[in-house]
């Protein structure tokens, strides 16, 4: 039953908001049960396009705005109220009115009118919001509240909020709490922009060495001798001429050496002593 009654069942004359508002009455008050939306009548429970042009719901400003294929009409019935006990319907309809008397309060701005019983006696209370004054209709609106709603607001999420809010009895400082809430919305954080600079190459991983060759046999393992240097032969001695002293390997060698120190002492800086 509660699935059913979240579709709505006439979407083709029922805009979604005016269902949802419906759903949400509904959700604050289990006594209540939905009376109508749309009927084929003229008023606002029927669409503008099928309302005489001279209605007095098609007639203002507002009303010639918005769907024009759409009920702008909502009624809920209270069983209780039926067998002659009103403490239920005068409660919400004494909030409607209350909040019609109070200029203050811009809730009510989105409606047209509403009738329904306020208070116990035998009369039908109501309110039009936009001449701003009291009404009053038939002995139904004893067990039924009638929401007439401006046809401009029909989509608007915000109006049927504002209208539920008259139905809870919360105060008009609540609501706007509420809808400044709302408009608070969250930073996004910028979204990240790719780097336009050019990446570095990728590193490449060292070739490994072929177990196989191409023909499919192991490699031929290549072995380096060591190498050994020739060792230095001194130069064959040669008999000395007349009168000069022989030369042997030590008197060679010490000669050698001799040539060497002077050729670094040449090209070498002298260190300076510390």
């Known amino acids: 039953m509660a699935t059913k009654l979240a579709i709505n069942p006439d979407p083709k004359h029922v805009t979604p908001e005016l269902w949802g508002l419906w759903l949400a ?18 008023g606002y429970h029927d669409t503008r396009a099928q309302n005489p042009k001279g209605n007095y719901s098609v007639v203002s400003a507002l009303d010639r705005k918005g769907p024009s294929d759409k009920a702008a009409a909502l009624d809920i019935t209270f069983t209780d109220a039926q067998k002659g006990n009103y403490a239920t319907i005068s409660k919400y309809a004494a ?45 139904t609106h004893r067990w039924h509240i009638h929401l007439s709603i401006l046809r401009a607001y029909l989509n608007n999420p915000k109006a049927m909020r504002a209208i539920l809010s008259i139905w809870l009895g919360e105060p008009v400082k609540v609501w706007r709490s509420k809808e400044a809430a709302l408009l608070l919305k969250p930073k996004i954080p910028a979204q990240r922009k790719p780097t336009t600079s ?23 393992a290549v072995v380096i001798a060591p190498v050994t240097p020739a060792p230095v032969t001194p130069p064959p001695a040669t008999e000395p001429a007349a009168g000069e002293p022989a030369l042997t390997n030590a008197s060679w060698l010490d000669g050698f050496m001799a040539a060497v120190r002077k050729v670094v002492e040449i090209w070498l800086p002298r260190r300076p002593k510390e």
């Open 25 to 42: 009455i509904k959700a604050a008050e289990p006594k209540a049960r939905l009376g109508g939306i749309y009927a084929p009548k003229t």
């Open 198 to 220: 050019t990446p570095p190459p990728p590193k490449l991983a060292p070739a490994k060495l072929p177990t196989t060759t191409p023909e499919g046999t192991a490699p031929t």
């Open 95 to 139: 909030r409607l009115l209350r909040s019609g008397r109070d200029l203050s309060d811009e809730r009510g701005n989105y409606l047209r009118e509403f009738y329904g019983q306020a208070d116990a006696d035998a009369a039908v209370e109501g309110w039009d919001f936009q001449k701003v004054c009291p009404v009053t209709s038939d002995a």
